[in-house]
């Protein structure tokens, strides 16, 4: 009787839907597909299935916090540790707080994740430039209104080692492991950092290799950039007030 009546609860255990089951990523894809209209957080399949990740993982590999419907009720069920897999710890913008701080994606992106020696990856030294721009627009070469003179970088050089090719453009040729996840630990084989970093890395030895007005950390500057707005605002006034002046002249000229 009591085998039985077991039995009959397995059963009936079995037959019952449950919630708690994990999903799997045809789930994921259900929704969250470019072409599907159940999500607003859509993401490109093809796009994925190209990435360094895409034969390697799947959706619930990353996404742990997810496992049934539950997941839509509950903020940052979705979130992803990049940790559980590897080594590099995320240090990038530490002194900042954390709700400031670039997570992996803001550099490596979602889910087209590519490898670094991929010429169309976000982190090739190609396409630094574009992706550290997000965060470091006057960095990259962007002005502001105070800045727009000065900001002029320092193009690199080749007198230090002719076998390597130095690049402005290439952020992570000075700032290495410390630049990208906030480690020591060099990325590449460049060696800008030796001349240009200071022994504690806390800015440049050769002079500003980042011109910016800034009247706090760059007081020199920003002084030297009013100077020169200044100047400028002066020489199209004296330019603007001589073609008056000759405009003007020559009208009393012909009524005379």
């Known amino acids: ?33 470019e072409d599907r209209k159940q999500s607003s957080l859509q993401i490109s399949i093809r796009e994925f299935q190209g990435s360094a990740h895409g034969s390697e993982i799947t959706c619930e590999d990353c996404h742990t916090g997810i496992r049934n419907e539950e997941h839509e009720k509950v903020v940052g069920s979705g979130v992803v540790d ?44 190609d396409q630094l430039k574009n992706t550290c721009k997000g965060c470091h627009p006057v960095e990259c ?13 320092i193009m690199s050089h080749k007198k230090m080692d002719f076998s390597q090719a130095f690049s402005k453009d290439n952020c992570i040729g000075c700032h290495q492991g410390q630049g990208a996840h906030g480690e020591k630990a060099q990325l590449n084989g460049q060696n800008c950092h030796i001349c240009h970093m200071s022994v504690k890395d806390q800015g440049a030895v050769m002079g500003y290799i980042h011109a910016r007005a800034n009247s706090e950390k760059q007081p020199v500057i920003f002084t030297a950039a009013i100077i020169y707005q200044i100047f400028i605002v002066l020489l199209l006034w004296a330019g603007f007030r001589f073609y008056i002046l000759k405009l003007f002249g020559k009208r009393r000229k012909r009524r005379k």
Request: contains cysteine; proline residues 6%.
């Open 82 to 125: 990049c940790g559980q897999c590897h080594e590099q710890k995320n240090l990038h913008g530490l002194p900042s707080k954390m709700e400031n701080r670039p997570q992996c994606h803001s550099c490596h992106t979602r889910h087209g994740i590519l490898r670094k020696d991929d010429k169309a990856s976000t982190v090739h030294p």
């Open 1 to 33: 009787m009591k085998r039985s009546l077991l039995h009959f609860f397995v059963i009936l255990l079995w037959l019952m839907p449950c919630k708690t089951s994990a999903y799997t990523s045809k789930d994921c894809i259900r929704c969250h597909s």
């Open 141 to 153: 070469g962007e002005t502001d209104y105070f800045s727009w003179l000065p900001s002029k970088q």
